[in-house]
């Protein structure tokens, strides 16, 4: 019926609202966002407190609140999620790899889909980014610098190997996620020692995010029309980047697996150990290493990285680019267009 296609309950296939729903809800937001404005205007005009330069409270949160008065959230904004304990720890790596300063601020951003590219698995798409820029080059040192340098832009991570373990931990869960079978931490890769310190210890599996009315609004919306069985269930898998396609994810790991290969020089490639903290690839990644990709790819899949396309012709610009754009949330232009001069 063309009232529920309008509404948004066409299932896009990756879990995630329709496009259509997705842009109310833009609206929604930048309607919460001048609401916001205008409480914080007349907060500041009656000489009140304004504690939240967020913009999901235009003042301070105290005991007993109601959620009525101007620059106030009581209770009833708040958004409280349930986490099992391995759930909890990937979301602080997520957090502790992202520019948010709380998991609050972290979950406000990603539940009502303001930021698509904060999840671990986001950032994962720049294998695919990197792997479109190169495919089926010599890479060198060059190459495997810009690569070094593109995971401490998004993760914080200098060095490749282990900016792969944790993508391969967090590709892991996905899967474990989707067949039912994610038990305990010990079922996946262990997290890089530097991300284990930043996300920190003693994690609390109850989380509670402060989100005003007009934001728990469009959340409560979007989980209803999504292919959760609830909000908890919508934030949680929006927060870690489960929402993302199946087979999209699968195909990171493929790349993922093969980059991990040219690390330890498998396949007959004799690895270099380069200076401590750098990339530690052998000197070069030659088109034979790209074929074994390719082959790779194929017997996974189907098909062929360097076959046909919808045109007929070879396509490896369109398979690598819809990857990218899937994971990153954005054309692999735009992502190249922000990404710091100096890469």
């Known amino acids: 019926m063309p009232g529920r296609l309008m ?13 259509w729903l997705r842009q109310r809800g833009l609206f929604a937001e930048l309607r919460a966002l001048e609401r916001s404005g205008r409480a914080l205007e ?30 106030k959230i009581g209770r009833g904004e708040v958004l409280s999620i349930r986490l099992s304990r391995v759930q909890a720890a990937l979301l602080a790596e997520a957090v502790a790899c992202s520019r948010y300063r709380s998991r609050s601020a ?15 698995l986001a950032k994962a798409g720049v294998l695919f980014f990197w792997a479109r820029a190169h495919f089926g080059e010599t890479i060198g040192p060059e190459g495997q610098e810009n690569l070094k340098r593109l995971g ?4 914080g991570i200098g060095d490749v190997g282990k900016m792969l373990a944790l993508i391969q931990r967090h590709l892991r869960a996905a899967r474990l996620a989707a067949s039912g079978r994610l038990g305990g931490a010990e079922s996946l890769p262990p997290a890089p020692k530097r991300v284990q310190q930043r996300a920190g ?5 109850e989380v509670s995010a402060r989100v005003c009315r007009e ?29 993302r396609n199946g087979e999209i994810l699968a195909r990171c790991a493929a790349i993922a697996e093969w980059m991990e290969g040219c690390l330890k020089g498998q396949a007959g490639l004799e690895g270099q150990v380069g200076l401590k903290g750098q990339m530690g690839l052998k000197g070069q990644v030659s088109p034979e ?8 790819t194929h017997r996974r899949f189907g098909v062929y990285l360097s076959g046909p396309g919808a045109s007929g ?15 990153l949330g954005a054309a692999p232009e735009t992502f190249a267009s922000r990404v710091p001069a100096e890469l």
């Open 7 to 19: 509404a948004g309950v066409v299932d896009s296939g990756t879990g995630l609202a329709h496009r």
């Open 42 to 71: 007349g907060s500041e005009e009656a000489g009140g407190d304004t504690g939240d330069s967020t913009g999901d409270g235009a003042g301070k949160v105290g005991r007993g609140e109601g959620a009525g008065g101007a620059g």
């Open 106 to 120: 972290y979950l406000r951003a990603m539940a009502t889909g303001r930021d698509r590219r904060g999840p671990i």
């Open 152 to 155: 401490r832009f998004l993760l």
């Open 201 to 205: 210890s003693g994690l609390s599996t």
């Open 215 to 243: 934001r728990k609004r469009l959340i409560r919306e979007n989980a209803r029309y999504s292919a959760y069985s609830g909000m908890s269930s919508f934030v949680r898998h929006v927060a870690l980047g489960w929402d």
């Open 289 to 296: 290493d790209w074929k074994r990709l390719d082959g790779e």
């Open 313 to 327: 012709r070879v396509d490896v610009e369109g398979a690598l680019r819809r990857g990218a754009r899937h994971l």
